[in-house]
Each structure stands twice: as structure tokens, then as C-alpha cells.
């Protein structure tokens, strides 16, 4: 990152917490980028509770619908698909933080032009106007989710928090604020949609069936059950995980440790993993 | 109201017409009906309306909802259609505003009655029902609950349960084709309305195929309670989904109970048999053609549909 890039990022990041600085610079960013609120949805989510199966999903579901109806390149697996599809991160991308990237232009089969990912609650002014899509799961399999597949086998993390009860304690008002925001209908002005980890797990191509939906679109069942049928075979999606480190290689990452969580957990989507976590 | 009607559509045409009608709605129809609503003890985000294409499952996601708020109420199930009625008593146009009406005709045709208090299993303060176009002034900050299904077998069920019910209809039809002839445009206007609406971020609009809920009632209806804002009691809503099927609703319409008491003239059951795909009995391969082309001139792909059960 060049001086004027730190720089950058210095002096915007603090000035996003502020909901009507953001909002500004929001509506800055669409501006100069040629967008509308409509050709967004944010996608909304905290951490390890299938962002990345959502994001996997409906990247395959795009890039199927543009093989079967627009000449599309063929689609087979590809590990980095979501990267190219949704590149944008809100916090950065359409703050002004960093540059904003342009989403693969298949995309367009999803009826939006980017699907920007945050993690923070729901930002009732920033975000008025703009359609939401929110993924949850059970806190305290979220916070052993959390430990196993970002602290644990991560060296430069392990020492963050103790254990995973640690972790929970810690981010547990966090995670209940976030999941509370989104689950609160009386803040109008924001057409969501919640997903919950444990749904999307045993039922994934009704769930992108079910978004295809809310964005007002028809959903191509066949298609639905390829793009599932695509995504599994990245495997640390089914866990809750799939972040650039689970699926590429990283110095700092322990992956006997990382791939012994994935594969252990594999059939329960490692639903029920937070049972013995305590409320303290 | 026909008369109504013609009224207005002539006004419309008066150079200041369309702009009055415009503000009116915008402004003084909005203001009686916040107050509407507010005298009602009712917040706006709290009101749900199933908004839907006729024939689309409205009485059905009624029955799923009331049976998972009495599940979760600890009473006895089933709730029939007479107790849902009962639960939830309103329709939206004729308890809470009649825009169709004015300027000439009363806002509302009779006051709402109080729904079940058990919806507030749900968060909400009410749930009514309309089959209008979607109201972008009026339902601002409602959750609006939008069912549809494909218009072949949309047509074939409004044909068993309207036109071939009632020999005394002014506008009837003699087969399901002619019944999509005359609504077709009202179709298109539906689809088009709550589509436009889904991709709009200031209205929180849920679309759901009718054949998508029929097929898994467990998974939509828990989709439903989750985009709520609330969390799924697994064992409720499996028994709501057990105490909705069409053989509970068909017996108790044996026993009196009736699933839409303000059908006027309507004769028998209120349901066919809810089969998907009981368009190929009255179509042929050359009149899907026909019709398949005629929606994706309006850019509605049929293809794209639950076409088959």
C-alpha cells in the first residue's frame, strides 16, 4: 500500500463511524461510480455464519445463468469465483477507503451491479434506501466457529483470546447487536432479508431459491441445485468459513489444524458445536 | 363502484386531474390513513399484508401462519378456516383503505375488527390480506408478503372456482384460455408491480412462488418467520405445516366452515385440488407457445415458473 493509500485510509476509516459521514460518502461513491441504490444489496453479516456460501451461491448461480442463456463462458469450480464476482468490501469500497472494483459483469444476471459485504449491524440511516441480505447462526456456534477457523490456527491471533469461551465473552454484545439490528423490523427503510446459517446449511438451494426471490427475480431451479452442487466443493463454506485464507494458501495459517476443524464438522456444518459454551 | 371508477378515469383525463389524484393519494389519503391505523393502536411496521395474485395461496400462508401462532399459544390445533377468519379478520381494501373508491366513495367500507392477539408470536400488531397492485405510498413501512404462481394454472384455478362456479357472472368465461385473456393485463401489472417493488430498497417485500410453498411448506414458512425478524420454534411450525394441509380444510368446509366468506355466489369448495401444472388439461403445446410469447413481450419469462407439480 503506497503512503497516499495509508494515508487515505487513515484519515477516512474513523470518520465512517459516523452514520451521516457515511452516508455521505455512500452516496458519493455511487454518484461517481454511475450506480443507484437499486443496483446494490448489501451483504451484511457476522463473521463465520455463511457469508461466503452466500457468496459462492449466487456467484455459480450468475455464472450458470450467463452459460445457459447468454453465451457464457462454461462454468466449473473455481475456489476464487466470489472474488472476482463481489470484490467490494462496503467499509472500504464505497467509503472511499480504498478504490471500489469492478464486479465481474455476469453478475448483471442477479438484477444488481455488486453485492458489497460488511460486518457490522444494521446501519439503519447509512443504509436507508438500499436492499440488505443478513446471515446469522446460534452465537455460540459462531463464536466456536470463530475460534477454530480465524484465532486458533492463525499464529499471529492464538494469543488474542484464551479459548473459545474467552472469545464469546468478549465479542458476545457485539454479536447479539448485530444479530438484534437486523432482526429489529421497526427500523423501516431497509428491505432485508435474514438467513440463518442452519437453514442455508440443510437447505441451500431453496435458501438461494429464496433470494433469488427477494431480489424479484425468477429462479432457475436446475440452475440453483448445479450452483449448490459447485459451491460444496469448496469446503470450508459448509463450515461457516471460506475467507481468502481457508481457501488459498497463507504463511501464518496452520492448515493440518484449520483442515481437521473443516473435515470433523463437514456433516453438521458444525451446527451445535457452541452447546458447551456457558453464559457467564 | 364501476361507476366510481368511470368517474375517476375521466377526471384523470382533465389536464389537473392526474396531478390532483396524485396528490391526494400522496398526501390526504396518506395522512386519514396513518390515523387510521394509529387510532387502531397499529404501528405501521408491525402490519403485514399478504399481498397476492388471486388464487395465489393467500388463505393457505393464512392457515400456516394462524396454526404456527396458535402452536405457539399451546392451543389446540387445527385452526380451520372459520377460526382463521376469526383470527384474522381484515382485508386490507375493505377495512383499512378503499383507494379504488374515492374520491367519491368512503375511505373505508367497514371498520377493521381486532386480529388475534396471538400474532404477536410474530412481532406483529396485524395481518391482513389485499390483491391489489403493490401500494408504494401505503404500505411504506408495512412487511408485504407477496405470493404469485404461473399464470397458466392461475388461470385454470380462477376458472374452477369463479367462472364455472357462477353461472350469473356478467364477465364469464368459458374455459381457462378465455379467463387469461381477460386478465392478462391485470397480470402483468401484478407481476411487474411487486417485482419493481423487490428490487426496490425502501419497501420490505417478500416474493414467494405459490408452488414453491405448496411443495415445502416448512422451509418457506420458517423463511417467512425468520424474515420477520423472530426465531423458528422448529416443533410448531411442524405442526402448523400437518394442521394446514388441503384434506384438514376440505373437512372442515364439509362442516360448515368456509375458507372466504366474502366470495359472493360462490357454490362448493373453496379449493380444487391446489395441483400444480393442471394447465396442460386446458392447453395445448400451441397455445403455450402462444402465451409463453405474449408474457416475454412484457419480459415475464413463464418458462422460468413452477410449471409442473
Given at each position: 500500500m503506497s503512503i497516499f493509500q495509508r494515508a487515505r485510509v487513515a484519515i477516512i476509516r474513523p470518520l465512517v463511524d459516523n452514520d451521516l459521514v457515511a452516508r455521505i460518502l455512500f452516496s458519493l461513491r455511487l454518484c461517481v461510480s454511475n450506480l443507484q441504490k437499486k443496483d446494490i444489496v448489501i451483504l451484511a453479516t457476522t463473521t463465520k455464519t455463511g457469508t461466503h456460501y452466500v457468496r459462492f451461491l449466487l456467484a455459480y448461480y450468475a455464472a450458470l445463468w450467463s452459460e445457459k442463456y447468454d453465451n457464457g463462458p462454461v462454468v466449473e469450480v473455481d475456489h476464487a469465483i466470489v472474488d472476482s464476482f463481489f470484490p467490494n468490501s462496503w467499509h472500504s469500497g464505497y467509503t472511499f477507503v480504498l478504490s471500489r472494483k469492478q464486479p465481474d459483469y455476469r453478475i448483471g444476471a442477479l438484477g444488481i451491479k455488486d453485492l458489497p459485504r460488511s460486518h457490522m449491524s444494521l446501519r439503519s440511516f447509512s443504509w436507508r434506501g438500499v436492499r440488505v441480505l443478513h446471515t446469522y447462526r446460534d452465537r455460540k456456534d459462531q463464536a466456536m466457529v470463530s475460534w477454530f477457523m480465524k484465532f486458533n490456527c492463525d499464529r499471529r491471533f492464538r494469543s488474542a483470546y484464551s479459548g473459545p469461551q474467552d472469545l464469546y465473552d468478549n465479542t458476545r454484545d457485539e454479536t447479539l447487536a448485530q444479530y438484534s439490528s437486523f432482526a429489529?423490523?421497526?427500523?423501516?427503510?431497509t428491505n432485508s432479508l435474514r438467513i440463518s446459517f442452519e437453514n442455508l446449511f440443510h437447505d441451500p438451494s431453496n435458501t438461494l431459491a429464496l433470494i433469488l426471490y427477494w431480489l424479484g427475480l425468477e429462479p432457475d431451479r436446475e440452475l440453483c441445485e448445479r450452483a449448490v452442487s459447485l459451491a460444496k466443493q469448496t469446503q470450508s463454506i459448509l463450515v461457516g468459513g471460506g475467507e481468502k485464507w481457508h481457501r488459498f494458501p497463507n504463511e501464518h495459517v496452520d492448515y493440518a489444524e484449520l483442515q481437521e476443524f473443516i473435515e470433523s464438522n463437514l456433516e453438521t456444518g458444525a451446527i451445535g458445536i457452541g452447546r458447551n459454551i456457558l453464559d457467564t | 363502484m364501476n361507476l366510481n371508477q368511470s368517474i375517476r378515469d375521466v377526471a384523470r383525463r382533465i389536464p389537473p386531474g392526474k396531478s390532483l389524484d396524485f396528490l391526494a393519494r400522496g398526501f390526504s389519503y396518506a395522512l386519514f390513513y396513518k390515523g387510521h391505523l394509529r387510532e387502531r393502536g397499529i404501528e405501521q411496521h408491525k402490519m403485514m399484508i399478504i399481498a397476492t395474485?388471486?388464487?395465489?395461496?393467500t388463505h393457505y400462508a393464512m392457515l400456516l401462519l394462524t396454526n404456527y401462532v396458535a402452536a405457539l399459544a399451546s392451543r389446540k390445533l387445527p385452526i380451520g378456516p372459520s377460526e382463521m377468519n376469526i383470527m384474522l379478520p381484515n382485508n386490507w381494501h375493505l377495512n383499512y383503505m378503499s383507494y379504488h373508491k374515492l374520491p367519491f366513495g368512503p375511505m373505508i367500507a367497514s371498520p377493521p375488527k381486532p386480529p388475534n392477539g396471538d400474532i404477536a408470536y410474530l412481532r406483529l400488531d396485524e395481518i391482513t390480506r389485499s390483491h391489489s397492485l403493490f401500494q408504494k405510498v401505503y404500505w411504506r413501512h408495512h412487511k408485504v408478503l407477496h405470493l404469485y404462481r404461473n399464470p397458466l394454472d392461475y388461470s385454470v384455478s380462477l376458472y374452477n372456482y369463479k367462472h364455472k362456479k357462477r353461472p350469473d357472472l356478467p364477465d364469464r368465461c368459458e374455459s381457462p384460455e378465455e379467463v387469461l385473456e381477460l386478465k392478462f393485463e391485470n397480470y402483468c401489472q401484478m407481476y411487474e408491480s411487486y417485482t419493481r417493488a423487490s428490487s426496490d430498497g425502501r419497501y420490505s417485500v417478500l416474493r414467494i412462488a405459490y408452488e414453491s410453498l405448496i411443495f415445502e411448506p416448512h422451509f418457506w414458512l420458517r423463511s417467512i418467520v425468520e424474515w420477520l425478524g423472530c426465531e423458528v420454534d422448529g416443533p410448531a411450525l411442524e405442526e402448523a405445516v400437518a394442521a394446514s394441509t388441503i384434506k384438514n380444510v376440505k373437512q372442515a368446509e364439509n362442516l360448515g366452515g368456509k375458507v372466504n366468506p366474502e366470495a359472493l355466489g360462490l357454490r362448493g369448495s373453496f379449493i380444487s385440488s391446489g395441483q400444480v401444472g393442471q394447465w396442460r388439461e386446458h392447453y395445448t403445446d400451441r397455445q403455450f407457445l402462444f402465451w409463453k410469447d405474449k408474457f416475454l413481450a412484457r419480459g415475464i419469462d413463464i418458462e422460468a415458473m413452477i410449471l409442473e407439480g
Open positions: 429489529d423490523i421497526a427500523k423501516g427503510g | 395474485i388471486a388464487r395465489s395461496g
